[in-house]
């Protein structure tokens, strides 16, 4: 009964695979040159699923007559490939023109040849564990190479994503580390995996299923706001104020950021866009905001600079956070999470951190003092 059982879940997780492998390859990427890398990530990973599903037929279909020592071999290279593809997957997603055409042409030769080296000498090779263990240990070096170049592009991407939109971002992206790290753990234990208890691979197999399902996901979410992310993350260099090494550089003052006319008018404009509720307006730049307001970036940062008691992320969060007590105040009834989406938050993590930092209470210990109070 169990081994079969067990079998139904190989099975039952590719025939899942291959549905969502079809579902990632439906997902519409508009076409243009700024998406190319996304379209492309997209087919891999859509290639990684139906590539571990074919091994999951595979072990359904011939668990009985498999050979150890074939699965043994394949299993680091096939973990190769999936990691390979993740890999360059999720670096799509944080920086969407990083990779050249010919950066994947030769990063997908040089895995491939690797691959194919270690198979055509694990095979034939009279003791093949120890070939077996060099590719183990080859591959936990690639996913180092892969880890370190992540973290650095991940903290671009939130560098570039808070500088565009004067906003906390990291709450946008959480799930991009969190796919990272999740899919890297996969890896390391895929890897060693043929060494586990029957029972032990059953479950890790089911785990991944649910974690493959998730990225699915989060993946589609990120394409329909697909805009938000291009427009920050492939900008021009001289868009991005700050880099990993470099403090940030102000623009030259200059006699027009001086103009008595355009601080009054700047000034006006201002208090017009709050009581128009424009700071309750997410998903804007700075710079579409400074050209609302009738100004350019360049003085606009400079008027916060000089004329205000913080820069303009504070500022306008704090202006957020006023109107939010005012709306948990009258309507208490009212979840938080709506709250946080009508005054300008489009994370929940912001909101809560901004709400505490400014207030001093949580949003839920703030609405319970309002509800006590009457």
Do not use: C
């Amino acid at each position: 009964m169990w081994p079969d059982l067990f079998a139904s879940v190989y099975f039952i997780a590719a025939i899942v695979l291959t549905i969502l492998g079809i579902v990632l390859i439906g997902f519409r990427i508009r076409v243009e040159e700024r998406t190319f890398n996304l379209r492309l990530a997209r087919g891999f990973i859509a290639g990684a699923y139906f590539m571990l599903a074919i091994s999951l037929f595979l072990s359904f279909f011939y668990a009985e007559n498999s050979d150890p020592k074939h699965i043994e071999i394949i299993t680091p290279a096939v973990s190769a490939l999936q990691s390979m593809f993740f890999a360059y997957t999720l670096l799509s997603i944080l920086q969407p023109t990083y990779v050249t055409r010919r950066q994947i042409l030769w990063h997908t030769t040089i895995i491939a040849g690797a691959i194919t080296l270690y198979l055509a000498t694990a095979f034939t090779a009279e003791n093949y564990h120890l070939v077996v263990h060099f590719g183990v240990l080859s591959y936990l070096g690639l996913l180092f190479f892969y880890t370190r170049l992540f973290v650095k592009k991940y903290k671009l991407s939130i560098r570039q994503l808070e500088d565009y939109y004067d906003e906390d971002e990291q709450g946008r992206l959480s799930w991009v580390k969190t796919s990272f790290f999740a899919a890297l753990s996969i890896g390391i234990i895929a890897s060693i995996s043929t060494y586990f208890p029957i029972w032990i691979d059953y479950w890790f197999v089911i785990s991944y299923l649910v974690f493959y399902t998730w990225f699915v996901i989060r993946f589609s979410n990120h394409v329909t706001k697909i805009d938000f992310y291009l427009s920050a993350t492939t900008s021009k260099p001289e868009q991005i104020v700050t880099t990993a090494r470099e403090p940030k550089q102000l623009p030259p003052e200059s006699p027009a950021e001086n103009d008595p006319t355009k601080e009054v008018k700047l000034k006006n404009s201002l208090e017009q866009w709050v009581l128009n509720g424009g700071y309750m307006r997410g998903d804007i730049s700075t710079e579409e905001v400074a050209k609302l307001l009738g100004t350019d970036l360049s003085f606009f940062r400079s008027y916060f600079r000089d004329h205000m008691p913080s820069d303009f992320r504070t500022w306008r969060n704090e202006l957020r956070i006023r109107k939010a007590q005012e709306l948990i105040a009258d309507y208490p009834e009212t979840s938080l999470n709506q709250i946080a989406q009508e005054v300008g938050f489009v994370t929940r993590s912001n909101f809560y951190l901004y709400f505490k930092k400014i207030t001093g209470h949580s949003p839920a210990d703030y609405r319970d003092q309002i509800v006590l109070r009457e």
